[in-house]
């Protein structure tokens, strides 16, 4: 075994421990516990103990001449057979307390023996039975020691000491069971403790990747998937153009501007993903951007226009007024963003080239509900085109905020609806609650991440 700091305070806690509590913790292995250090040291105290009361009784033994010459003869040889029996007191405590019964009522040098013995039943023996087998011993033990005390000593006085005695020591092993049991559960709740932490730590690191893989997917599959109508765009002139030579070749400056644009949205990419990253390894953002709300809307449509997408925004007079936004959280404008994101970015994917509808309506006090709609490519046409992690982030993420998330495809479209809370007047962000921050758009998005846990991304 390696000689480690560790290795060695589990052995010197196993020295100091009693075998009954290395027992508790190994129970069902099937392994029988060997007696620990502190064992040993208790052993031969309690052997010597008896020895040594043992010895000090024997030079009284002639004194007991109104006694049976064979119950003298017959005394030194029980009590030394008692003193003997008590290396079995831990692996059979009952079977030594009853057999002790009639030697404790024909000897008097098994006194100390009798009395590791009582001290014994009391801390390994189940009460009723200890009780039982305790009142054997004071009945048949009783008359010969009164009879032993002879007749210097009063009746009473010898039954006093004699059942004094007996409940002195068995009280004694009651006590220490007591707190032995008290132990035991104290090291079972610490037990129970470490592995209720254990869990709630691995709940908490798994929401954290959880956290990580939404966050990582809302960033990215939007730049990701415009990366590739870009790339596609280029790729599929250039297959044409070699096709037919109909189909006019791209020139210098067509290359050139779309290899800038693939370029340009590459570096957005990178420089969204360490924002996140700085985000969700908890650094400060004194330098980065702050984090996207209804104020980026605008570049992400132009965004999506630029990659070939159709776009109407249809939006009601409470929603379109300069203000609107201010009435808003910075974790739900964030929220408002992604949703528009994620149903762009499922558009591009499963259903290209079809125009999509975004359609803001609501009031505060009433709520804010962000619509997208676009129609269904014939090969596109399923149940749900594109309901997998990305809606399903999307749903908890919109949750978190207050919200509820519908989707699905009916009649040749695909609706994806979020409805978040708009508060009123007497809610706004900076009278209590959101993140504490002003009304402000720009200063209620710098504030987000330090607001709110990681929101659930799609």
């Not at 009723?128 to 007749?151: D, K, M, N, Q, S």
């Not at 020591?169 to 254990?198: K, N, P, S």
């Not at 504030?447 to 846990?453: I, L, R, S, V």
Request: glycine content about 10%.
């Amino acid at each position: 075994m390696t000689d480690t700091p560790t290795a060695r305070a589990e052995g010197q806690r196993t020295w100091m421990l009693p075998s009954a509590l290395l027992a508790a913790e190994t129970c069902g292995t099937g392994d029988r516990v060997r007696r620990t250090g502190r064992d040993w040291l208790v052993d031969l105290t309690l052997f010597a103990w008896a020895v040594g009361l043992w010895c000090a009784l024997l030079p009284s033994l002639p004194d007991l001449d109104y006694l049976p010459d064979w119950m003298v003869t017959l005394d030194a040889p029980l009590g030394a057979l008692a003193c003997v029996g008590l290396w079995w007191r831990r692996r059979h405590p009952l079977a030594l307390a009853i057999a002790l019964i009639p030697i404790g009522a024909l000897s008097t040098t098994v006194f100390g023996a009798l009395a590791v013995v009582i001290l014994n039943l009391g801390l390994r023996v189940p009460r009723r039975t200890a009780w039982a087998v305790l009142a054997l011993h004071v009945a048949l033990g009783l008359p010969y020691g009164i009879l032993a005390a002879g007749e210097d000593t009063g009746d009473w006085a010898a039954a006093f000491f004699f059942i004094a005695y007996y409940l002195f020591f068995y009280a004694w092993g009651a006590a220490l069971r007591a707190r032995r049991q008290l132990v035991t559960r104290l090291r079972d709740d610490a037990q129970r403790e470490r592995a209720e932490h254990a869990r709630r730590l691995a709940d908490v690191r798994r929401a954290e990747r959880e956290a990580i893989a939404r966050e990582m997917h809302d960033v990215l599959a939007h730049r990701i998937s415009l990366l590739s109508v870009h790339a596609g765009a280029l790729a599929y002139r250039t297959a044409k153009q070699q096709e037919s030579r109909d189909v006019p070749a791209l020139t210098d400056a067509e290359i050139s501007d779309s290899a800038q644009l693939i370029r340009d949205t590459a570096h957005q990419a990178l420089e969204e993903l360490r924002d996140v990253l700085t985000v969700l390894r908890g650094s400060a953002r004194g330098a980065e951007g702050p984090q996207p709300g209804i104020g980026d809307l605008p570049d992400l449509l132009a965004d999506a226009e630029r990659a070939g997408q159709r776009i109407t925004l249809v939006r009601d007079d409470a929603t379109d007024t300069p203000d609107a936004a201010d009435q808003l959280r910075g974790p739900v404008q964030r929220t408002v963003y992604r949703v528009v994101q994620e149903g762009l970015t499922n558009a591009r994917k499963h259903a290209p080239g079809a125009p999509v509808t975004v359609t803001f309506s609501g009031a505060p006090g009433r709520g804010l509900t962000v619509a997208l709609r676009n129609g269904l490519t014939d090969d596109a046409d399923r149940p749900i085109p594109g309901a997998g992690a990305g809606l399903t982030g999307l749903e908890e993420r919109v949750a978190l905020d207050g919200g509820t998330l519908r989707h699905g495809a009916a009649q040749g479209t695909f609706t994806l609806v979020a409805e978040l809370p708009w508060p009123g007047a007497a809610a706004r962000p900076g009278a209590g609650e959101g993140d504490g921050t002003a009304a402000a758009p720009g200063a209620d998005r710098t504030g987000t991440a330090a607001a709110q846990p990681q929101l659930p991304p799609h």
